[in-house]
């Protein structure tokens, strides 16, 4: 057994950063049992265990890759992505006023979730294959801004304000990260705060609208576009120190507090175990992200720098996004919790994710071991 956890270099693994996505892992499942303990318990329960064993197993296998096949190939990726993209406008099923999922029979695959690890296999090739000691003019940002701009934008047409939201800004943290010219950024700026006003008027739908009015208004519309974050926020705050105890939530059981087994899962887990309950969560989200950035620093080429950054910023990303949402800090755009909310793609690209910065940190250990 020891030579053959040696032979697969598991012995390198970061079994740490392994086991605090574990323990997000079980109190999600806990936290979907509730959540769901009046609404077919088997169905969501089960299906969940199912897809969180095919996340493990395909971030297994990730970890065990040699990344520089994910460099190789990292083109070809996010061209398949763009393509799936493209492909769902024209075939994908339509649920909720959204085109978003292609079907396959057993399996609803969305692309928009893909494209969270594209995005970034993409800006990381081209960030390694272009690598430069400068800071990046406004030159230079022409081509990373296609690679960004193309997904998000299809992401948009489905629409898909929250995924395209999180794309947009992963994408942008790893400009930042990579280099920009002051100079550059603070007109970059500007022109985004100007976007504004024209992005309400030409690109977000009535209902995204509706949201951000909800939003800042959320009593005037208790009754209608703010329901859903007034419950949020009642679940959350009626949890108080310590909860109401687990099953004991009486905003998810009594059927006020909507998708409390996707996007609003925060708020039913808060109601039931409290300000303790809710740190703990928050802590071990926080230290994902700190070990994820402590990878990305260590590793030993440009690519698993941007790669490791990249897919740590996707996770902390939406995770604010989310959490942001569910305590009213933030628009309603329908967003999953990564590792915590029900969802097939969603998970599984979670886990995607997973293995990547695994395989980052092991072999930054191996590298480390051979220099030693």
């Known amino acids: 057994m020891r030579r053959l956890v040696k032979k697969l270099r598991l012995d390198k693994a970061d079994w740490i950063f392994f086991l605090v996505v574990m323990v997000i892992c079980v109190l999600g499942l806990l936290n979907l049992y509730s ?32 990344y520089h096949l994910i460099l190789r190939t990292g083109y070809f990726w996010y061209g398949f992505t763009v393509f799936l993209l493209i492909l769902v406008l024209f075939a994908g099923k339509s649920a909720g006023g959204s085109q978003r999922w292609i079907s396959f029979g057993f399996f609803y695959l969305q692309p928009s979730e893909l494209a969270k690890i594209a995005i970034v296999i993409g800006l990381a090739k081209y960030f390694h294959s272009n690598h430069q000691k400068r800071e990046m003019g406004l030159i230079d940002l ?4 296609v690679i960004l701009v193309i997904p998000c934008v299809l992401i948009l047409k489905q629409p898909d304000l929250g995924t395209a939201l999180v794309v947009f800004f992963t994408g942008c943290m790893m400009i930042w990260f990579v280099g920009i010219q002051r100079k550059i950024l603070v ?38 576009k703010g329901y859903q974050v007034i419950q949020s926020k009642i679940a959350v705050g009626s949890g108080r ?12 059981k009594l059927q006020f507090l909507p998708k409390q087994h996707t996007d609003f899962v925060f708020s039913n887990y808060g109601e039931e ?5 809710s740190f703990v969560l928050l802590m071990l989200y926080l230290t994902l992200g700190l070990m994820g950035l ?40 329908g967003m999953t919790l990564p590792f915590f909310s029900y969802g097939g793609t969603s998970l599984i690209t979670s886990f995607l994710a997973l293995g990547i910065l695994m395989n980052l940190s092991m072999h930054r250990l191996i590298h480390a071991g051979h220099k030693a």
């Open 241 to 252: 120190v310590v909860g109401k105890g687990y099953l004991k939530g009486s905003q998810s």
């Open 273 to 277: 175990f409290g300000f303790v309950g």
């Open 142 to 145: 022409i081509i990373p801004m």
């Open 35 to 66: 959540a769901t303990y009046d609404l077919s318990i088997s169905k969501y329960f089960r299906n969940q265990i199912l897809w969180m064993s095919a996340g493990l197993f395909i971030s297994f296998i990730l970890s065990l890759m040699n």
């Open 187 to 224: 007109v970059l700026m500007l022109i985004g705060l100007v976007s504004i006003p024209l992005a309400w008027k030409f690109v977000l739908k009535p209902y995204q609208k509706d949201r951000v009015i909800s939003f800042i208004q959320p009593e005037k519309y208790a009754d209608s």
């Open 294 to 333: 402590g990878i990305a620093v260590t590793s030993k080429d440009v690519f698993g720098i941007m790669l490791a950054f990249g897919l740590t910023a996707t996770i902390l990303i939406q995770t604010l996004i989310n959490l942001g949402m569910e305590l009213g800090l933030l628009p309603v755009v």
